[in-house]
């Protein structure tokens, strides 16, 4: 029942940087809304499964996955029902499609989007 619209992606070159964004609309299927719940990045790479690279709790507490530590920097507005993914130093292995999803349990919770590609290369 949530949809969710990334976008702000695009090419860079090694070193740069992206701001992604992710627009939630509508409610859980218990009738709640996007902002009582944890959101996650993911991104998946052709031949790689899908790796969730940064969360953020409802209260607004950051977790990264090893690989973007340090460089990336998950956000939230929840009166804008918009959670961002500040991406810096970029490298070739962060090209990917890069997707939100609500959390729970660890888990994602709804379908996802459609994404938006991100590709790291001179």
């Known amino acids: 029942q949530v949809q969710f619209a990334e976008s702000g992606g695009g090419l860079v070159q090694p070193g740069g940087s992206l701001r992604l964004s992710c627009l939630a609309s509508?409610?859980?299927?218990?009738?709640?809304?996007?902002?009582?719940?944890?959101v996650g990045w993911y991104r998946q790479a052709p031949e790689k499964q899908r790796e969730l690279v940064a969360s953020?709790?409802?209260?607004?507490?950051?977790n990264y996955a090893d690989s973007v530590k340090d460089r990336f920097t998950i956000s939230r507005d929840n009166a804008k029902n918009t959670v961002y993914l500040q991406m810096n130093s970029l490298k070739p292995e962060d090209t990917a499609v890069y997707l939100c999803?609500?959390?729970?349990?660890?888990?994602?919770?709804?379908?996802w989007g459609q994404g938006t590609q991100v590709t790291v290369s001179s």
């Open positions: 999803n609500t959390m729970r349990g660890g888990r994602p919770m709804e379908s």
């Open positions: 509508g409610r859980s299927f218990r009738g709640y809304a996007v902002a009582w719940y944890d």
């Open positions: 953020i709790t409802s209260g607004g507490s950051p």
